[in-house]
């Protein structure tokens, strides 16, 4: 016999988690760009640039930030000129500039 709580617990997370189709990303996929859409939103709103939380296991992380523009704060994330390919990446303004986080595999 199922314990009540787990059941509920599986009911709320069937209706929380989006269908997946050909139009909407995969679970994975939401979950990673939700990462790096929090790191850079933290960043922008404590104002500095630093790595908030740990990075999901098999990822590299990347933060950045300039106050010139979005795309210099994306281009002066860590590794973002190295052989890995940015996956999933985020910036928001914030007081002192443009803060950026991204995610490599």
């Not at 908030?52 to 990347?62: D, E, F, K, L, S």
């Not at 950045?64 to 985020?90: I, L, M, Q």
Request: glycine share 6%; charged share 20%.
């Amino acid at each position: 016999m199922i314990k009540p709580l787990v059941f509920i617990f599986i009911a709320l997370a069937l209706l929380v988690t989006p269908a997946i189709n050909q139009a909407q990303p995969g679970a994975a996929e939401l979950n990673q760009q939700s990462w790096v859409d929090w790191e850079a939103e933290t960043q922008a709103r404590q104002g500095r640039m630093r790595h908030i939380q740990r990075c999901p296991p098999g990822y590299r992380a990347g933060v950045g930030w300039s106050t010139r523009s979005a795309a210099d704060a994306v281009r002066n994330c860590c590794y973002w000129n190295s052989k890995s390919r940015a996956r999933w990446f985020a910036v928001r303004k914030g007081r002192r500039g443009w803060y950026a986080a991204a995610l490599y595999k």
